[in-house]
């Protein structure tokens, strides 16, 4: 069943994937997003979980990484600051569903001579599991880099490390004081480094909840990938919306100035309107029914009053005063005429205006029915955390930031 389970999520993922039709400009703007997401891919193909070790220079992390290797592997040091580099080890499993552990050794990131140290965060931003080693009370620079960690989703655990000095009630007032500055709803395990317990903790973690951590940053990194795949389609597709919009504002207005016609002038209108909702669902990439664009329209324009006025009321009010004006200028020489060209010009204006404030609306509507699809990662990590809710805490923190922070609605006209 569980072996299922990741293959059904790799070959979910797999045609999601395929089916992303990107650009050249895309693939050389994403290349480094599109080689870490294939990474995980493979990853997730091959059932290899990665945990990464974090954490200030000199906290131990290459010594508890050889302790669960049973190597040293990783280099140590007396002086602080010995590991310049991202460095990786892999550790085999047996009688597991997950084949091997990659194990991610990093450099402190308090450390002055490391290069590139947003690009070592990013890749152990990339496990799936965080082992975050402290030795001691965190401070603040470690409590901005574990919320950093929580609000990408991240499952942590905070390792305690060389207490062999600490006496029990030291050992037990640095705990405390700890967890008063973790989030209290999220249960962030603290293990202290003694004897296995790191070992026998990630060993029954691993057992429970090791292919759904897997199969969740795998997710992760897709969601992301695609946000900002969507992003940037977004803010070409904002300058071609509003061309569009812009372009039917100035038709709509030349049309009401010049239409005596009050039927024609009102059909005319609703007439261009679906006209523009269908421009616009073509940039948007969704294809609308007639039905579809007629129904988007009548919703626009009864829940926003300016528009349903203007649509019917005041078009309809203004052309019966030119209507009289046309009929009564032969009867007064011509004088009557003379308002009918400010209020041309008034109408005018009102269209341009309403023709506006309908794209902008309309173009929302469509943006939102057009990303909802089934197979979209995020709709995939929502699908999975209801059935597995007692470890997806942390998901959801990433869900509701996701939403907070990738707010792509302000990248529309």
Known sequence: ????????????????????????????????????FNQQLFRLKDKKIRIGAYGKSGVGKSSVLNSLLKKEIFKTDIINGSTKEIKSEELTLKDQTLKSIELLDSPGFDFCNIKLPDKIYS???????????????????????????????KKIIILLNKIDLLKENELKEIIENIKFKLPKDLNIPIIINHE???????????????????????????????????????????????????????IKASAVALNPFILFDIAGSFALDTALISELSKIYGLNLKSESKRKILKNISINNIFLGVTQVGINTSFNLIRKAILLTAPFTNGISLLPYGPIAIIQAGIAIHSTKILGKLAAREIFIRSKVSYVEPSIMIKNLTLKEPEIFKHINV????????????????
Do not use: C
């Open 1 to 36: 069943m569980k072996k299922m389970k990741i293959n059904k999520y790799y070959l979910l993922l797999k045609y999601w994937w395929e089916t992303i039709d990107l650009t050249k400009y895309e693939k050389s703007i994403f290349n480094r997003d599109i080689i870490s």
């Open 123 to 153: 890749r152990i931003n990339h496990s799936d599991l965080i082992l975050f080693v402290v030795a001691g009370d965190i401070n603040r620079n470690e409590v901005s880099k574990i919320s950093s960690f929580i609000k990408d989703g």
């Open 196 to 250: 296995n317990n790191l070992k026998n903790y990630l060993t029954k973690t691993i057992n429970q909840y090791g292919e759904i951590l897997l199969i969740l940053n795998s997710l992760q990194l897709a969601d992301k990938l695609f946000l900002r795949i969507k992003e940037q389609r977004l803010k070409r597709r904002q300058k071609l919306a509003q061309s569009t919009i812009g372009k039917f504002s100035t």
């Open 398 to 413: 990433y869900l509701s930031n996701r939403n907070l922070n990738n707010n792509l609605l302000g990248l529309l006209p």
